[in-house]
């Protein structure tokens, strides 16, 4: 059973930076892919990105891409989101899944989730 563990999360200026963590225990396989997403009051849950445990590959949205980036540290089993730049419109709780074999930015293909991280971005 994959456990996930978020961290990091906070209250941040607009063009600040945060990184959060998750922490992942369980996993028995190279073959899982990360996911970051991210839900804010009412609104659906957000597809951030990916990345590939195995190879380190990445995926973004293009909401993110070029202000977010995911790496993971396999020694130390857990995966991050740093996030740069921040605007209000990032203010959300962000969660970290896993899925086993191919990226996806679907979140109803995810099997495993932590329980989230508050991300608060002040104008």
Avoid: H
């Amino acid at each position: 059973q994959v456990q996930l563990v978020e961290s990091g999360g906070g209250l941040v200026q607009a063009g600040g930076s945060l990184r959060l963590s998750c922490a992942v225990s369980g996993r028995t396989s190279n073959n899982y892919v990360m996911g970051w997403f991210r839900q804010a009051p009412g609104k659906e849950r957000e597809f951030i990105g990916t990345i590939s445990w195995s190879i380190g590959t990445t995926y973004y949205a293009d909401s993110v891409k070029g202000r977010f980036t995911i790496s993971r540290d396999n020694a130390k089993n857990t995966v991050y989101l740093q996030m740069n730049s921040l605007k209000p419109e990032d203010t959300a709780v962000y969660i970290c899944a896993a899925k086993l074999g191919y990226y996806s930015g679907n979140y109803k293909l995810y099997d495993y989730w932590g329980q989230g991280t508050q991300v608060t971005v002040s104008s």
